[in-house]
């Protein structure tokens, strides 16, 4: 009896050339600026220029570098923990993002399963049609929403003229409103990847189905929402993780009670200018995204590998 033995193929040149380049993205892009907010967050607010004393030089010094090393202080991070203003916003900007991404993948799925199901002959036009808002700059169109949605705005007379309301809605200046500018603006984010998804999807499961008499909202059910959850979890993932740390959509939009962490953090860089609390800010939110997402991909490689 014979056995056969697969060696793993030898990686050339070319090959870890191929896997260097992301790496090297990731490090520049990525890794090199959060370990430069990361040493803001451990120095202490001066009124200078930059606003801040660092905690540990590079250029001083060996000597002084590690004499800073030794006064590291995460005092920025114990006043995160202290002030509930910083843990109300994280925890209003994680709720806000995931409802909107849960409305988001409400009208998104519909738009996405419409277009794989639809001919083939109509899908480049209508994938157009879903790349078109692109085309505009993201802030005019969060301005745009301000004439829509405003007391006076299109929206109110469309509704004041066909008499569903006798007086304008308030819709511009609270929640409702930045869930409408996050929807919109990411909703292709989110169609998109499901689309992408969907199209691949082998029809003929589907006939099967139906020939076994199995109903349409069944086989839906039991086969098309099982195979398309990979486009689901992408696109919510492109949706929410954004959404989280938004800015320009609950300042034009949202009001004075609208508390988001992005707003946070511009308010402590900008008119605070208290850098190193608001670097203290940016990291805690970095990890509160990264982490989930590391682990989910862990455990989706763990069951990847048992099934394999």
Do not use: H
Not at 77 to 89: M, N
Not at 104 to 116: H, K, N, R, S, V
Request: aromatic fraction near 14%; include cysteine; charged fraction near 15%.
């Amino acid at each position: 009896m014979s056995t056969e033995t697969s060696a793993k193929p030898k990686r050339t040149i070319g090959g870890w050339l191929l896997i260097a380049v992301p790496y090297a993205w990731l490090l520049v892009f990525f890794l090199a600026p959060f370990f430069i907010v990361f040493k803001i967050s451990l120095s202490e607010v001066a009124i200078a220029i930059p606003p801040y004393l660092p905690t540990f030089d590079i250029s001083a010094g060996w000597q002084d570098f590690k004499d800073g090393l030794s006064q590291l202080s995460f005092e920025n991070y114990v006043w995160l923990t202290e002030d509930a203003l910083y843990w109300k916003s994280y925890l209003s900007s994680v709720t806000i993002a995931g409802t909107s991404t849960a409305l988001t993948l409400l009208f998104g799925y519909p738009i996405a399963y419409g277009m794989a199901r639809c001919p083939k002959a109509w899908r480049p036009t209508l994938l157009m049609l879903v790349i078109l808002p692109f085309w505009t700059s993201f802030l005019i169109r969060v301005y745009a929403w301000i004439g829509i949605l405003k007391n006076e705005g299109l929206l109110n007379q469309v509704l004041l003229w066909l008499g569903v309301i006798d007086q304008p809605l308030v819709i511009l200046n609270t929640n409702i409103a930045v869930y409408i500018g996050i929807v919109y603006s990411y909703l292709p984010f989110l169609v998109l990847p499901l689309y992408a998804n969907l199209e691949k999807l082998d029809e003929s499961l589907l006939e099967a189905a139906e020939d076994l008499g199995c109903p349409a909202w069944k086989a839906f059910w039991k086969i098309t929402l099982p195979l398309s959850l990979p486009g689901v979890i992408a696109g919510c993932f492109l949706v929410f993780i954004p959404a989280v740390g938004e800015f320009v959509i609950p300042d034009l939009l949202g009001g004075s009670n609208t508390l988001m962490i992005g707003k946070t953090l511009w308010v402590e860089f900008f008119a605070n200018r208290d850098w190193p609390v608001s670097s203290a800010v940016a990291v805690i939110l970095l990890l509160l995204l990264v982490i989930p997402i590391v682990l989910f991909q862990n455990q989706q490689q763990k069951m990847g590998e048992k099934d394999a």
